[in-house]
T-cell receptor
């Protein structure tokens, strides 16, 4: 079975531009989460979606938005890019929306560089 | 809020050495605890987990025990291999289960 797939794998943008990152969860998984990993740091939670509804939001500005589609795939959008948005953006999927037994499976990430 | 603190790295060991990576946490409820590993250029892979106090998670020779009294979840391996070289992240999932909180990560390098 395919794992969590993310696209694009690498991209370069300039300050002020907009970016859309895409994620396809494992087949049958209904929850998708997004994390930002700045170089040398641990991932930071951005959003979780379950059954197309937002279940949680981390401490990120309104420039960050996301949505989940009927097929459970997801997009992360970032507007008005800043240099500090340069990071690895990780998508993770899980079968359910919560509980400690609900293990996240991560994709390989989208590496965003903002110049 | 919830937080995770890992021992500072990087850690460099010789092959077959004993590994300990310390992890302590702060949480208001009864979180689940995880260790994830990240190999160069890849995403995160779940290494092991524990969902309640005194549970021991284990996988691929790695172990960690959920210690509620010391709020710790230290990672151990008796004999490391070169292939274990990676970044290791300790994480907790809050009781409501909507997000993971990660530590800063510990870079492990194992030399032959």
């Amino acid at each position: 079975d395919a794992g969590v797939t993310q696209s694009p794998t690498h991209l370069i943008k300039t300050r002020g531009q907009h970016v859309t990152l895409r994620c396809s969860p494992i087949s049958g998984h209904k929850s998708v989460s997004w994390y930002q990993q700045v170089l040398g740091q641990g991932p930071q939670f951005i959003f979780q979606y379950y059954e197309k509804e937002e279940r949680g939001r981390g401490n990120f500005p309104d420039r960050f938005s996301a949505r989940q589609f009927p097929n459970y795939s997801s997009e992360l959008n970032v507007n008005a890019l800043l240099l500090g948005d340069s990071a690895l953006y990780l998508c993770a999927s899980s079968l359910l929306g919560g509980s400690g037994a609900n293990v996240l499976t991560f994709g390989a990430g989208s590496r965003l560089t903002v110049l | 809020g919830d937080s995770v603190t890992q021992m500072e790295g990087p850690v460099t060991l010789s092959e077959e050495a004993f590994l300990t990576i310390n992890c302590t946490y702060t949480a208001t409820g009864y979180p689940s605890l995880f260790w994830y590993v990240q190999y160069p250029g890849e995403g995160l892979q779940l290494l092991l987990k524990a969902t309640k106090a005194d549970d021991k998670g284990s996988n691929k020779g790695f172990e960690a025990t959920y210690r509620k009294e010391t709020t710790s979840f230290h990672l151990e391996k008796g004999s490391v291999q070169v292939s274990d070289s990676a970044v290791y992240f300790c994480a907790l999932e809050e009781t409501s289960g909507s997000r993971l909180t990660f530590g800063e990560g510990t870079q492990l390098t194992v030399n032959p």
